[in-house]
């Protein structure tokens, strides 16, 4: 009776053959739809840091360097690869790529950087105001303009600007009081 | 015959690596398919790996997950358990780097953190052949595929510096202006 059992075992393990993957020695696509590493195209990029902006891990990192250089730094060893980015590139310069096999001994090796030329607004003359933190000068690069002398009496940048006898008037200053009060 | 098998095994693969599951606060989606790798689909065992329950059995630590402030003690000292020559592989995005974790304020900021890793799998969570891929490269069984890109607008834009020069000269506010 045990043999017969043992018979019935063996032909029901022989009978879906072997499963096991060849992987490391034959190549395994990944399916349609999947997300490997994001692939920039450098010349479909215009530098609009929409990705960085909507990245949850914080993974893509835009630096200005100067006025005409813009770099995007790109850390795939924290990227969740949720193609986020891909999927909100208004050129389409993202591509989610099918390659998965990313494993690496160094973390440099799954980082991408892109040098990217930018424009000079016609406007304000630059296209960032990462130094600029001034309040009334950010109002200027959106657009309000402040050329005029008037404007410029009534909006003071700073209170060191203030003539001395301006702040000496702020600091003898009183509250208007009831008149007979 | 065995022991000519076990021979020839024996060059082709002259280590085999004991893995030691730690878990340091994961999802268990990269636990998951941890344990997908060891099915008989995609069998690492081929390779002589081996889960074993104690980090004092273990080559190999396989470390999932953002290591947490409450776990970071805990996986210091089951690898400090490790006899040596020891590996870390950093599995998934979160040991690898701390993932969308990295720099939450009751998560140590990745695997890095708390132990050195020595091989990263990145992936949320990785397939179970990216890990595979991760093993056979320790092993040197494949060559690494991963290497750092960059990438520059060598030709500068100058046609886009003409163009607006066009517009301004079309725009006659700016003309206006400068008579």
């Given amino acids: 009776m045990w043999l017969a059992s043992k018979i019935k075992q063996v032909v029901l393990a022989l009978k879906p053959g072997t499963v096991t993957l060849k992987y490391p020695a034959e190549p395994r696509p990944a399916p349609k739809n999947f997300r490997g590493q994001p692939v920039w195209d450098h010349t479909k990029c215009i530098g609009c840091a929409g990705c960085a902006d909507h990245c949850p891990a914080r993974t893509i990192l835009l630096r200005?360097?100067?006025?005409?250089?813009?770099?995007?730094?790109?850390?795939?060893?924290?990227?969740?690869?949720?193609?986020?980015?891909?999927?909100?590139?208004?050129?389409?310069?993202?591509?989610?790529?099918?390659?998965?096999?990313?494993?690496?001994?160094?973390?440099?090796?799954?980082?991408?950087?892109?040098?990217?030329?930018?424009?000079?607004?016609?406007?304000?003359?630059?296209?960032?105001d990462m130094e600029i933190k001034n309040a009334i000068d950010k109002l200027g690069l959106r657009g309000y303009r402040y050329d005029s002398l008037e404007a410029r009496t009534v909006l003071r940048r700073t209170t060191d600007r203030l003539a001395p006898e301006v702040l000496d008037e702020t600091g003898t200053f009183r509250r208007p009081e009831k008149i007979g009060g | 015959m065995a022991g000519l098998l076990t021979k020839a095994a024996a060059k082709a693969f002259p280590k085999s690596l004991w893995l030691y599951h730690c878990n340091s606060g994961a999802c268990n989606g990269c636990?998951?398919?941890?344990?997908?790798?060891?099915?008989?689909?995609?069998?690492?065992?081929?390779?002589?790996?081996?889960?074993?329950?104690?980090p004092r059995h273990a080559d190999v630590m396989l470390l999932?997950?953002?290591?947490?402030?409450?776990?970071?003690?805990?996986?210091?000292?089951?690898?400090?358990?490790?006899?040596?020559?020891?590996?870390?592989?950093?599995?998934?995005?979160?040991?690898?780097?701390g993932g969308c974790w990295f720099d939450t304020y009751n998560v140590s900021g990745g695997g890095a953190a708390a132990v050195p890793v020595d091989y990263l799998i990145p992936g949320c969570p990785p397939r179970p052949e990216a890990i595979i891929f991760g093993v056979a490269l320790a092993l040197g069984l494949v060559e690494q595929k991963a290497s750092p890109v960059e990438l520059k607008q060598v030709e500068f834009p100058i046609d886009a510096y003409l163009r607006n020069k066009a517009w301004e000269e079309r725009n006659v506010i700016y003309r206006l202006l400068k008579d």
Avoid: H, W
């Fill in chain 2, 64 to 97: 999932s997950g953002a290591v947490t402030r409450p776990t970071l003690p805990l996986v210091k000292r089951a690898y400090e358990a490790m006899p040596g020559p020891k590996l870390v592989f950093g599995i998934g995005s979160c040991a690898a780097g």
């Fill in chain 2, 31 to 54: 636990d998951i398919e941890i344990l997908n790798v060891l099915t008989p689909y995609y069998d690492v065992e081929r390779f002589g790996m081996k889960l074993v329950g104690s």
């Fill in chain 1, 64 to 128: 200005d360097i100067c006025q005409d250089l813009r770099v995007l730094l790109y850390d795939g060893a924290r990227c969740m690869y949720c193609g986020r980015c891909a999927d909100l590139c208004p050129e389409k310069a993202i591509v989610m790529s099918p390659d998965f096999e990313l494993a690496t001994g160094d973390r440099n090796d799954v980082t991408q950087s892109l040098e990217l030329f930018m424009l000079t607004c016609n406007r304000c003359g630059r296209c960032f």
